[in-house]
């Protein structure tokens, strides 16, 4: 395992002007649980309720806290042929990512655990390729062997679907494109392992597989959750019964279109503003502040990372941020955002910077004292990325904020440390303002 200083937060204490004579280091341990390509995603859950959190990718859950021990839960049949040093050929586990030279692409983009039957143990949920079949992984209660698949959903459309309660019945659904629609696909609870049934939310449009943003969040305020895609956002109406066509509002937010939005109130004046990558395969990063003009809603962008080192104070910048996630990492109250470059998201030959370092990133919320916002970067890796999905949660019981990651390079877990240091050591971190 490797120690790696990613960033850091003093804590000035109770008021904003006070010099604290100590503050927090924040650092990750970086964790490799496999070199193999399986998945674009992982996630966090206690498949065996042993009271540790365990960390799934692809076909494999590792068991906590050591990680150590891989257990199967579904076929990994895949390989590719590689050549060896001495001019001969082997076969390799997994998809072909960075242990190849080749492009290819996993059957699984997403992985979300959940209690499907109810039954106590939690159960895999896979969204694969984009157009593909969802199914859901049903836990054998610490049974060995396959679990069983249940297909729910035929085509799940989108590269950034999630799966999260938007109904506001306690209970989550798939929001995602399919058919040409976006909408929500959710079962009848008392039989899950049934198909789904798909709401359309919208007319029927353009939308395909390979559609690019998506995001739920309550932009209005109106307690109800919306959904978000690169074009403006669709309002939730007070009642779903009847499917009804939820209203839309036109912003460009991501005209080449990113990966997951956030509706979250950003520089704290009392309404959600919009946060995005603006390409997923491009560069690109920004939050749009809601305003009011003449009584009518407006966004007014802030990209505060682009293609040039100069459009981020701090200088930096990279491309295909294909996933984001938004967590308090630092515990001041505040949300940042965790992202990174997906590795080969396209191949060695495609898209921008292919052979750029995979890095993974945080961006610490800092609300400052003239109303101004800004996003601190805090580098955490360069050699993982993301994949379509990182996510950020506590896998350890300690109360920090871990991430995990799956994509072409493998399956990661930085497991967040904290330290407490004088201030000529926390000043000796701390991200440097380009030129200075």
């Known amino acids: 395992m490797k120690a790696l200083l990613v960033g850091s937060v003093f804590c000035l204490g109770t008021l904003a002007t006070a010099l604290a004579k100590d503050g927090t280091l924040h650092t990750f341990i ?200 690169k074009d403006g956002w669709w309002e939730q109406p007070r009642s779903l019964a009847g499917d009804p066509v939820w209203v839309f509002h036109a912003v460009s937010f991501s005209p080449g279109g990113g990966a997951q939005m956030f509706a979250y109130d950003v520089d704290g004046d009392g309404d959600n503003d919009i946060i995005t990558s603006l390409a997923a395969h491009g560069y690109g990063l920004a939050w749009y502040e809601q305003e009011k003009v003449n009584g009518a809603v407006t966004f007014k962008p802030h990209v505060f990372m682009n293609k040039e080192a100069g459009e981020n104070r701090y200088g930096v910048h990279f491309s295909q941020l294909h996933a984001l996630d938004l967590a308090d990492i630092d515990g001041d109250g505040l949300k940042d955002i965790v992202t990174g470059k997906r590795f080969w998201a396209h191949g060695p030959k495609g898209d921008a910077e292919p052979g750029a370092p995979a890095v993974l990133y945080w961006f610490r919320l800092v609300r400052n004292r003239d109303k101004s916002v800004e996003f601190v970067p805090h580098l955490i890796d360069d050699d993982s990325g993301v994949g379509t999905q990182v996510v950020v949660g506590d896998v350890n019981g300690d109360k920090r904020p871990d991430i995990v990651v799956g994509n072409k390079k493998g399956t990661f877990i930085f497991t967040h440390q904290t330290k407490r240091v004088g201030r000529v050591e926390w000043e000796k971190v701390q991200p440097k303002l380009l030129g200075k």
């Open 30 to 229: 970086k964790t490799q649980l496999s070199d193999q390509f399986w998945g674009e995603g992982a996630h966090l859950g206690d498949f065996n309720r042993d009271g540790k959190g365990d960390v799934v990718s692809g076909p494999y859950w590792w068991e906590g806290p050591e990680f150590k021990v891989r257990h199967q839960f579904y076929p990994a049949t895949k390989t590719f042929t590689r050549k060896k040093a001495d001019g001969g050929q082997e076969q390799v586990a997994g998809f072909e990512g960075a242990l190849g030279v080749n492009n290819a692409y996993s059957d699984n983009f997403f992985s979300f655990p959940y209690d499907f039957n109810s039954d106590g143990w939690p159960d895999v949920l896979v969204l694969g390729f984009p157009g593909d079949i969802s199914a859901w992984y049903e836990n054998p209660r610490g049974g060995s062997g396959m679990w069983k698949k249940h297909v729910i959903l035929k085509t799940t459309d989108n590269e950034s679907p999630t799966f999260v309660d938007i109904t506001g019945d306690g209970k989550p659904e798939i929001v995602c494109n399919s058919g040409g629609y976006f909408g929500y696909a959710e079962p009848d609870w008392k039989d899950a392992t049934r198909p789904w049934a798909f709401h359309a939310i919208t007319p029927k449009g353009s939308w395909q597989r390979f559609t690019h943003g998506l995001g739920v969040g309550d932009v209005n305020g109106d307690k109800r959750l919306d959904v978000l895609e």
